[in-house]
């Protein structure tokens, strides 16, 4: 798997908190859905996609499982009845590594923690990992779905 160190930007977001299992997140992403929808954010291209994935919901108790869902935008974010708010991504030096497939079996961040990191010389940051949902959709199909995977490092 191909590894890149990069500069990931200062990105301001609109962003959902989701606590709980995370089979239950699709209820969190489906608000985020409509609040981007009522307020015109259907852009991919200009408004990206984000998962800050504070713990893994494999090796955690779910009611401990912490996932930030996210847009990225310059707008202000107006109190809404969906619980968005505005967040900021910091600007961060990261290793970056591309996965196709299932979000739910995100290859990349294995590779990353389990293979890359401990073979790198580098360590990991204070920042939670950053998952770039490149591509979106109800009717993208599982073996299209792209998402980049930002580790930020010290």
């Known amino acids: 798997m191909l590894v890149e160190i990069v500069q990931f930007p200062l990105t301001k ?10 089979e239950t997140e699709c209820e969190s992403v489906a608000k985020l859905i409509h609040w981007r929808k009522e307020n015109g954010y259907l852009n991919q291209q200009k ?19 912490h996932v930030d869902f996210c847009i990225s935008m ?5 109190t809404n009845n969906y619980g968005v708010m505005a967040k900021t991504i910091p600007a961060l030096r990261c290793a970056k590594a591309r996965d196709i497939g ?6 990349a961040i294995i590779y990353l923690l ?6 790198s010389n580098e360590e990991m940051g204070v920042f939670a990992p950053i998952f770039h949902y490149v591509n979106v959709g109800s009717t993208l199909c599982e073996s299209e779905m792209i998402t980049d995977v930002y580790l ?3």
Not at 13 to 22: L, T
Not at 74 to 78: A, F, K, N, R, Y
Not at 102 to 107: T, V
Request: negative net charge; contains cysteine.
């Open 13 to 22: 977001v609109a962003a959902i908190e989701h606590f709980g299992s995370s």
């Open 102 to 107: 299932s979000r739910s079996n995100n290859k």
């Open 74 to 78: 310059d707008d202000p974010v107006l």
């Open 114 to 119: 389990e293979t890359w990191l401990p073979n």
């Open 47 to 65: 408004y990206q996609c984000y998962g800050i994935h504070y713990t893994n919901p494999k090796s955690i108790a779910p009611e401990l499982h």
């Open 152 to 154: 930020p490092l010290k």
